[in-house]
């Protein structure tokens, strides 16, 4: 999400001379935490956070969902597997299985890689495959191109990355659609249908309080122009 607000921080400002919008990264437990802390007004997140859990039954936060995506299974380009179950990903990333050749694949050490503990993509991950203790192998990284560069230069390396970020070096793997009917890939058909299991909301949390500035760019999210970034990043708005 972060790069893509910070092409829509670009264009909003364009037209809203008079309003700036600084941007920091940091993932989605970041994010909510600088609200809870009053040290931002709106907070990017990957992850549906329980808001009256976290911040009690009286806060003022808001939620908009602005897209949505897929989180993608990735493998190094030269791995022959094409795909996996829900039960070999827990697996993996639970370290019961620590082989390729354990799941049909060529010898080979797996390199689970991870994103930190404050990452939405990280908790939407886990949450699906059931992971409550991640294998002490894995080897963690800050971002989602950080993931990727790892996984294209390791053959045995097998991560987790948002759609937008898919590339060259890699392929996705494969996973099996909730009513058990076949697998499916993290197409843009398939996030449209619903038929991939790993769709997710990405959404913004913030408060308003008065605060003119705040209202503009919300209300800019849902604007003919901002619709045109998010999609350019391969997302999916809510009204495409």
């Known amino acids: 999400m972060h790069a893509v607000f910070l092409d829509l921080k670009k264009d909003f400002e364009k037209t809203h001379a008079n309003i700036h919008v600084t941007i920091e990264g940091g993932g989605s437990r970041t994010g909510l935490d600088a609200i809870k802390d009053h040290q931002a007004d709106i907070g990017l997140s990957s992850f549906e956070f329980n808001l009256d859990r976290e911040l009690g039954a009286n806060h003022s936060v808001k939620e908009k969902v602005v897209a949505y995506d897929g989180i993608v299974l990735i ?29 049909g694949g060529k010898p080979g050490t797996i390199v689970p890689i991870i994103r930190d503990e404050n990452s939405g993509t990280q908790r939407f991950f ?18 989602n191109k950080e993931i990727l560069s790892k996984v294209q230069g390791d053959v045995n390396a097998i991560g987790f990355i948002g759609f937008a970020y898919f590339s060259q070096g890699v392929h996705d793997l494969r996973l099996a659609t909730e009513d058990s009917n076949g697998y499916r890939s993290p197409t843009k058909r398939n996030l ?22 705040v209202k503009s760019f919300i209300n800019y999210l849902d604007s003919k122009s901002a619709k045109a970034i998010i999609e350019s990043y391969g997302l999916i708005t809510l009204n495409p």
Do not use: C, M
């Open 75 to 103: 493998a190094n380009e030269n791995n022959p597997l094409d795909s996996l179950t829900d039960d070999q990903v827990h697996s993996i990333y639970q370290g019961e299985v620590f082989d390729w050749n354990q799941l």
């Open 126 to 143: 886990t949450s699906h495959f059931n992971i409550e203790s991640i294998t002490r192998s894995a080897v963690v990284s800050a971002e």
């Open 192 to 213: 449209l249908n619903n038929s991939y299991p790993l769709k997710r909301g990405l959404r913004v949390y913030y408060t308003l309080q008065n605060d003119d500035a």
